[in-house]
């Protein structure tokens, strides 16, 4: 069965007749005014005819596309077959004599129609041409990446069972020294023993032999030889030799944790970079054929961040104009705002030179800030509970009104730049988002079970998987909870005390908090596993109260109850 016209694809190959009846030869022409499509020969014909000489024939691929034909909903036995060019709609040529439409412009529908006919086979030239081929390019790459990342996933696999066998290698190894070490002890013992046991069984003869003799003196035959021998001297028996238990050995077993049967075996680690975009190809160069395989160039692979094998300083400086250092953010090109507790906020240079000092009205503790990306700087101000902001040209606007609630901490989000504050009221607190224009759009103050989340949340921040992050100084904890709000966990440190305070976290999602306490930096990992103490003795930091990372990935401490600033490279 033949196919219609408007049954056919407008890019099929497909074989067309004349529409001239009893003709069956090939299409080739068009009419646009009678609609329909003819051979050479017919063409010739028809523009001989007087009555169809005027109408405009054209290569069928050039045709008109025939309006359908549709009713007027008004005027029933009407076509549909003008368009108004003010109201946008379709009508009938009575329809366009009514005053509704007086005055109006109007077009032939058809050419309408035809415009909108030839934009759709554009589209639909262009989907079959470029998107439905770069589509199938795209899928293609995608299947030959997972098969890629199967081969690689197997080869860690691979490699993290052959590791684990080299770890029980050597534990076997360490074993068999250890039981050969017990051997040789439990052999020296024994002999020791049997010596001390040949020394008592000798004794015993000899106890034995004496016990004969004396009997031998108290025979009646021999009463001379006893009366000359308790005359001669007096009876003496030697002593039982000494001896003693052994000293034996005790086995102390090894100290040592999952973590730390992880930090031998290494770890999985999926490089903090951007995914390379898969590269499609525009229209303009769509006849250039896709690789099926991206991949980044090795100079243009960022290197994977890590963990040092130890932290170094790598500077150390005063804050000109602050007696403590209880707050620190990053701002733009590395420089560094810092506060105490007399209201004063100062941002210094790399080295400690100071840029800029501004006097805030806070004064119990200070004011704690953040840098939004926009680059303007934004702080709390307790006493009178607002929450300001500071434009690059050092205007200080108030930005958000907290009501009742006294704001505490603020961080501004990498990730969208909304504004997380820390509050309280009473014995109550809460974190509040607002968007970047201030606008208050969500309340975290309870858990899943209806319980208190926080009590006073001191220090705030954002892990990069969306993760909200506070230290709260009065539950001596740090509570964690995702986007939504739903409480993860909570971290109390790894001894009986822990006074949490600043708190930052890095590009591999750790989480770094102070513990004044036992003055050093608590290293965790996003789900609130204890990794390490980053600063040790020989870091000598005392009372390290606020903590940021740089855009270089180096550490940055504060220390309460000096102006000191220490800055540690603990990622490589």
């Not at 995608?142 to 069972?161: F, H, N, P, Q, Y």
């Not at 009876?235 to 102390?252: A, D, L, Y």
């Not at 770890?267 to 903090?272: A, F």
Request: one cysteine or more; glycine letters at 4%; a positive charge.
């Amino acid at each position: 069965m033949a196919l219609s016209e408007s049954q056919i694809p407008p890019d099929a190959q497909h074989y067309l007749v004349c529409g001239t009846e009893d003709c069956e030869k090939s299409c080739q022409f068009y009419c646009n005014n009678c609609h329909q499509q003819m051979c050479e020969q017919c063409r010739n014909d028809h523009q001989k005819n007087k009555k169809t000489k005027n109408h405009e024939v054209v290569p069928y691929k050039q045709r008109k596309r025939q309006l359908p034909v549709e009713k007027c909903r008004i005027h029933s036995t009407k076509d549909i077959d003008l368009l108004c060019e003010e109201c946008q709609i379709p009508l009938c040529y009575k329809c366009a004599t009514t005053k509704e439409h007086r005055g109006h412009a109007f077009t032939d529908l058809e050419k309408v129609f035809d415009k909108k006919v030839s934009q759709c086979q554009e589209e639909i030239a262009k989907i079959r041409n470029h998107l439905e081929p770069t589509s199938q390019d795209l899928k293609k790459e995608i299947a030959g990446d997972v098969t890629e990342i199967k081969k690689i996933m197997e080869g860690l696999r691979r490699s993290m069972k052959a590791e684990a066998e080299s770890l029980k290698n050597l534990v076997d190894t360490v074993t068999s020294d250890n039981i050969e070490q017990v051997n040789k002890i439990e052999q020296s013992i024994l002999e020791t023993l049997n010596g001390k046991s040949l020394e008592i069984e000798a004794y015993m003869n000899y106890l034995n032999d004496l016990i004969k003799t004396f009997y031998g003196y108290l025979s009646p035959s021999n009463i001379e030889q006893l009366t000359f021998a308790l005359k001669s001297k007096n009876v003496i028996i030697r002593p039982i030799p000494e001896t003693s238990k052994p000293v034996t050995p005790v086995f102390t077993a090894g100290q040592y944790s999952k973590e730390d049967v992880a930090m031998l075996l290494g770890r999985i680690q999926v490089p903090n970079t951007k995914p390379e975009h898969r590269k499609i190809k525009t229209i303009e160069t769509a006849s250039i054929p896709l690789k099926h395989t991206v991949k980044q160039r090795e100079s243009d692979v960022k290197p994977t961040l890590s963990m040092s094998s130890s932290v170094t300083k790598v500077r150390e400086y005063k804050v000109p104009g602050v007696d403590e250092v209880c707050h620190v953010s990053v701002g733009k090109s590395g420089r560094l705002w810092a506060s105490g507790v007399d209201g004063k906020l100062v941002q210094t240079d790399l080295h400690g030179n100071q840029l800029q000092k501004i006097q805030t009205s806070s004064r119990s503790e200070g004011c704690y800030h953040t840098v939004t990306q926009d680059g303007d700087l934004i702080y709390t101000d307790k006493d009178n509970k607002f929450i300001n902001k500071i434009t690059p040209d050092n205007t200080i606007t108030k930005f958000i009104k907290t009501g009742d609630w006294t704001p505490l901490s603020i961080h501004s989000s990498h990730i969208n730049g909304d504004i997380l504050v820390g509050m309280r009221i009473a014995l109550k607190g809460k974190v509040t988002r607002y968007n970047k224009t201030g606008k208050e759009i969500q309340n975290i103050d309870r858990d899943n079970k209806g319980q208190k989340l926080y009590s006073y949340p001191h220090y705030i921040t954002e892990n990069i998987n969306g993760d909200i992050c506070t230290s709260d100084s009065l539950k001596d904890a740090v509570v964690v909870v995702n986007k939504s709000g739903k409480h993860r966990f909570s971290y109390t440190g790894q001894a009986s005390v822990f006074y949490p305070r600043g708190m930052c976290t890095d590009r591999l999602r750790h989480i770094l908090v102070c513990d004044t306490y036992s003055h050093t930096v608590h290293l965790l990992d996003k789900d609130g596993q204890f990794l390490s103490l980053l600063l040790t003795q020989q870091q000598v930091v005392k009372n390290p109260y606020s903590v940021c990372v740089d855009d270089e990935n180096n550490l940055i401490v504060g220390q309460r109850y000096t102006n000191t600033v220490t800055v540690y490279k603990y990622l490589q």
